[in-house]
């Protein structure tokens, strides 16, 4: 456990001596920093959330020992198609929301080899819900949700803060309460999948994540976030690179035409020459201050002052 905790310490410090731009100070020593954060927070590991084709959708809660009213909660979903990638290979990358002091839950999903479209998505709302039922546990201000996700995460982060309970699509996990976030930072995510499986933008991922269904347009056009752009939905901000090799940029783009459309509050940040992420400490802080601009226009951020739940 010691030699874990030890582990634990020396990436925080690593991540953060890499990325001054995102939570330190100027002249901050990474590794007292690391420590600061480490000792601020109550983690809870691998809880069930779901059970579904009889496996176990798991979810991490980082719980801020700081706040002594309802915190501001980051849900977070990690990239990797739909077909890979896991949520304690994406713990760094939150590390911008712990240094502010939030809660953050970091969810594992349903990938291709255990369940097809739409399962991913239906996890998604299941866990926002699940968040739901136990945020007086966890110390969660459910006025101050936000979803965030990168890459196939990104697409997941739209489509939990977005579908309406009319879909049906989080009947795994039914209930009363109305699924609502205040906002959703959305890295590179699939806004429109019926692009990706056929036609010059085809990619593997999306064409495995689909399989052989028959009604493969319909689902894929069930779970893509364009579809759902309405008035009354969370604010959106998005971000990517102009030259992303695999979510084409065009897709962003359209979101945020639909969503300026619709009169959602919503803004794109783009990363000239940006790849498929992996930007620079310069591009990351340019994101971070858009993200964290974006999110005090509706004082997100901040704690609240009386207790909401």
């Not at 890499?18 to 990474?30: E, I, S, Y």
């Not at 994540?209 to 901000?237: C, E, F, H, Q």
């Not at 930007?279 to 601009?293: G, L, N």
Request: glycine share 8%; hydrophobic share 45%; proline share 5%.
């Amino acid at each position: 456990m010691r030699k874990a905790i030890l582990r634990s310490i020396i990436a925080l410090s690593l991540a953060l001596s890499f990325a001054p731009a995102l939570v330190l100070a100027q002249g901050a020593d990474p590794f007292a920093k690391a420590l600061h954060i480490f000792g601020s927070y109550r983690v809870v590991p691998n809880v069930t959330y779901l059970t579904a084709n009889n496996w176990d959708a798991k979810l991490d809660v980082y719980q801020s020992r700081e706040a002594t009213i309802p915190n501001p909660t980051l849900i977070y979903f990690h990239g990797g198609g739909w077909t890979g990638g896991t949520k304690e290979g994406s713990s760094l990358t939150f590390l911008p929301f712990l240094d502010m002091g939030w809660n953050v839950v970091n969810v594992e999903y349903r990938l291709a080899r255990v369940s097809l479209a739409p399962a991913a998505v239906q996890d998604g709302l299941c866990a926002l819900r699940w968040v739901y039922r136990n945020a007086k546990d966890y110390n969660v201000d459910t006025n101050r949700l936000v979803l965030m996700g990168n890459s196939a995460g990104g697409h997941l982060a739209l489509t939990t803060g977005m579908i309406p309970a009319s879909t049906a699509l989080d009947s795994l996990c039914p209930g009363t309460e109305e699924l609502k976030v205040a906002a959703i930072v959305n890295w590179y995510g699939i806004t429109d999948v019926n692009e990706l499986l056929a036609g010059p933008n085809v990619r593997p991922f999306a064409v495995t994540w689909l399989g052989g269904m028959m009604n493969r347009d319909d689902v894929a056009k069930r779970v893509s976030p364009l579809t759902y752009v309405r008035a009354g939905i969370p604010a959106i901000i998005s971000i990517q690179g102009d030259a992303d090799p695999t979510v084409p940029y065009s897709q962003n783009v359209r979101l945020h035409q639909a969503l300026d459309k619709a009169g959602v509050r919503n803004q794109l940040v783009t990363i000239p020459a940006g790849k498929h992420g992996g930007f620079t400490d310069a591009e990351m802080m340019k994101a971070y201050q858009a993200i964290r601009a974006f999110l005090d226009k509706d004082n997100i951020r901040k704690q609240s002052t009386n207790n909401q739940q």
